[in-house]
């Protein structure tokens, strides 16, 4: 990937710092992230941004082995899909377990964690991760 | 869902050449030369000179990230003496080359042209493997999967747990599938790999991403593959053997795979498929053989659902019954598939027309099916947000 200039990721701290989503006001289904347009109503109406609680269960997972750029001190890593209590689904990674601990319908909770530092320029990346909820 | 059946094309479409590379590491060729071998093969194949041809369209899925080179068909249109006739790119990650197909197709039943080349190619070899992995991951949605560190292996990984655990699905299943492509792959001179594999094999190579391991996993491959399309009524002019596109589909569904409705399926394949048995009038009972997209092995087990070859969730009782083998009701990629013959991504699904064309002529040798009437190639852009789906026929 190519070294992107700052506003690429300042844009998105707002969205990355807290987890921010939609509810469409016709089906009441909730979407993360944001959108416009509920993709299942499909209809012209004001999306309402609501703001998730960060407890969900995990949907489905893998573990990461062979990583992209930018990944490597963090292989294996655990990533999954969430489903959020709210219904809403979210792709994060699930850290504080172990690779072989990892289950469907784990409970986990939202934490804000370091995701990795961008190339020579070290910008640092923080975002939402997952831990085993208690 | 609308009803395809009543849109029916002003024209018929034949192809009548098809000409590819071989598949694999080719370190001594370049992108432009890999697609001007293809080309080239294709045209000498249909008897006709670069000057006939009226329209180019070409996929690729990242030359630009690949091998810094944006603006491929214009390239390929001065490489292939068809200046200064319009070329284009169609671009939908894995997917590219039968994006390009389609064109080609619409611009063919449209009337608007009457000769088009369709291609696509890749050079992915010329990057470090964990740089592919970055590039390829370019096809999710970056900031809400790839900025996670997912890969492609870990989307498909998601499906494969999710289908094991809703459906019973065995990890030995899945591992039929690299298997039985390998084995086809050993009988096509084009393949990328032509060593047959063993369940063992598969299960003792190295985890990518639990559950699937490096046996799972389609290669990075350079390759290019062309095909000629004219209109059918004048099919005969250019070719004794035309093969005759029966239905052309493509449907797409979100990029994030956390939005879809049901992780064990890929719906855009479900409404694609529908609308090419809509479209030919066909039902999945009808096909006699197929090329699916098998990117990672649980991804063809998927399709062979979706496709509506096996009952939802019963994808590996499918494999187990052999009838998927060369040789059984439905052979499925009997040119090795993705994961044997090779997948270079942009020019994948001409590929598989070309496989299609291949065994409706009569002409795959070793791998031929009996009785070959209907061929299906379903091929999927990225994790599944957009599937092509086209039936071809030797007959009208
Ligand atoms: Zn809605």
Redesign the pocket.
Known sequence: MPEFAVPFHWRNFRKRYSLIGSR?P??G?YFYPERHI?P??KRTVKIEEVMFSGKGKVFTYTVVRVPPEGFKIYAPYIVAIIELEEGAKITGQVVDCDPGEIKIGMPVEAVFRKIRSEHESGIVLYGTKFKPAK | MMDFSKLKPARDVAIVGIGSTEFGEHWNKSLRELAGEAGSKALHDAKIDPEEIQLLVGGNMSGGMFVGQEHGAGLFADYLGINPKPSMRTEAACASGSVAARVGFMAVASGMYDVVAVGGAEKMTDVSGETATSVLAGAMDQENEAFHGLTFPGVYAFLANRHMHEYGTTREQIAMIPVKNHKNGSLNPIAHFKNKITVADVLGSALVSDPLRLLDCSPISDGAASIIMVPAEKAKDYSDNPIYIRASAQASDSLTVHDRRDITTLDATVWAAKEAYQRSGLTPKDINFAEVHDCFSINELIAYEDLGFAKKGEGGKLIESGDVEIGGRIPINTSGGLKAKGHPVGATGIAQLYELVEQLRGEAGKRQVDNARYGLAHNVGGSGATVVVHILSNER
């Open positions: 469409c016709v089906c289904r509920c299942v109503c």
